[in-house]
């Protein structure tokens, strides 16, 4: 063989492997990357519920012992057995019950109810609270529900051991944190000429946690009588019955007149459209160490609201609007923005 076949002969073969694809590395770093797996999408989410209570006053306690929540969707029977039951458990994880004087958790305090329970996220139509053990009636028992004021213990019915709180929903969020509000000041009424007290689901509200802000503030108490009706009467340092700022919803509120506490399913009278229900309300408290009055909302949800302030709510029905004066004297109200997590100040001072 001369030296060139020698050469050429060689070369070929080398060119005929390479377009042949020998080796195999060249195709296989050509091959497109697979796009990475995604995880599923959650269908559960881990929910705690604490309770809370906004001030009330005339009373010393406010005892009610729950034992579940049940969540229901649009399509659940009306029967109790329908829906999911979320029941309050013990530290074994059996269930139980728990009784909760309200008013020990007020002023930002909550209590833990149901901690870290698995639910399945979804829009529900219907969240209820319920109780245990209270009476029906004026004349039932007030071992598990009672309320104590001047006169002594008394009988606190709820509706059915039910408490109806409308819609609520789990969202995607891994953890998630709720407030049951009671606004006693709307929920609660004194029924059979003070003999007992009702607990109704008007005035309660399930607040998110994680959104939740606060306000607080000092009210001037020149402003305590300078209102243009009703407020040259006469009121106690410790409870200033009578001595009202309400918070609404701007949202909803438009040019709507400023309302006092109603709950128009039950009035008796018929209430005008043009009537902004208060999201909450809160009597003044006296601190004898500074010598001053003031209010609070805790647990609001962030967003934009109205404070007003009115010297004159002592006649304020927690069922029927009574047309009071709000704000009294006339310019005591402000716009606040509620933040996530934060408290905000907003003082009556002039």
């Not at 039932?140 to 009988?155: A, H, L, P, Q, Y």
């Not at 400023?258 to 208060?278: H, M, Q, S, W, Y």
Request: charged fraction near 20%.
């Amino acid at each position: 063989m001369t030296t060139l076949n020698k050469t050429i002969i060689p070369l070929l073969a080398s060119i005929i492997l390479s377009s042949c694809g020998g080796g195999g590395s060249s195709e296989s770093s050509s091959m497109p990357t697979p796009p990475p797996t995604q995880p599923p999408a959650p269908t559960s989410a881990l929910v705690s519920f604490s309770v809370s209570d906004a001030p009330v006053d005339g009373v010393i306690s406010v005892n009610v012992t729950f034992d579940s929540i049940t969540l229901k969707n649009s399509d659940d029977n009306n029967d109790d057995d329908s829906g999911i039951n979320i029941p309050i458990v013990d530290s074994e994880g059996n269930a139980t019950t728990m009784t909760i004087n309200l008013m020990d958790f007020q002023d930002g305090e909550s209590q833990l109810m149901i901690n870290h329970t698995e639910i399945a996220i979804d829009d529900y139509s219907s969240f209820i609270l319920n109780t245990s053990g209270c009476p029906q009636n004026q004349n039932g028992s007030i071992e598990f529900c009672w309320v104590e004021d001047g006169e002594g213990k008394k009988t606190l019915k709820t509706p059915s051991n039910k408490l109806k709180l409308g819609e609520f929903s789990v969202s995607t969020q891994a953890e998630q944190s709720y407030t049951i509000e009671f606004n006693l000041r709307s929920s609660m009424t004194s029924t059979a000429n003070g003999a007992s007290y009702n607990l109704k689901p008007h005035g309660v509200r399930i607040v998110n946690a994680d959104t939740a802000g606060s306000v607080v503030g000092l009210v001037n108490v020149a402003l305590l009588s300078a209102g243009e009706e009703g407020c040259e009467t006469a009121f106690l340092a410790e409870t200033d019955h009578g001595k009202v700022v309400y918070l609404y919803e701007n949202e909803t509120l438009g040019e709507n007149i400023l309302g006092d506490e109603f709950d128009r399913e039950n009035a008796v009278n018929a209430v005008p459209e043009n009537i902004a229900a208060p999201y909450a309300s809160d009597t003044l408290t006296f601190n004898s160490d500074t010598q001053t009055y003031h209010y609070g909302f805790s647990h609001v949800e962030q967003g934009s609201y109205t404070v007003a302030f009115s010297c004159s709510a002592v006649a304020d029905d927690p069922i029927e609007y009574d047309s009071l004066m709000i704000p009294n004297p006339p310019l005591q109200r402000h716009t606040i923005e509620i933040l996530s997590g934060e408290e905000i100040i907003q003082d009556f001072i002039e």
